[in-house]
């Protein structure tokens, strides 16, 4: 599964401006430590994980380093892959990120889309879920 996700917060560096009245834009840590939280109960259920943000890698390394991810998190900095599969996006600051998005992703087929995503700390619950309901090949 990949998850799409705005950005997260990076020590030392404020928030975009109005970041906290964008719907939508708050809750990536939560959603990444349901993610985290999950990350057994994905695989058992034959789902790998992945995050993706506009971020750099050393912003990504350094937030799963301090929120202790056990799965990948991919920078699409340039949108090369959001622009090839038509991924909502929004502009802040200048800076433009990613609408929250989660696909399910089997033999390269997107089998379920999960958008809006609301709440993000209840992504994870809400994908394992589904999983459960479906016969995935592993």
Known sequence: MLYFYPRTGVPGQELPEGWNLIPGARGCTPQACGFRDHAEELGD????VIGISAQTTDEQREFAARVDLPFPLLSDAAFLLADRM?????????????????????????????????????NAEDVVAWLKTREMPR
């Open 45 to 48: 259920l034959g789902a790998g």
């Open 86 to 122: 038509g991924m909502p996006t929004f502009e802040v600051d200048s800076m433009r990120l990613f609408k929250r998005v989660t696909l399910i992703v089997n033999d390269s087929k997107v089998m379920k889309v999960f958008y809006p995503v609301f709440p993000p700390d209840r």
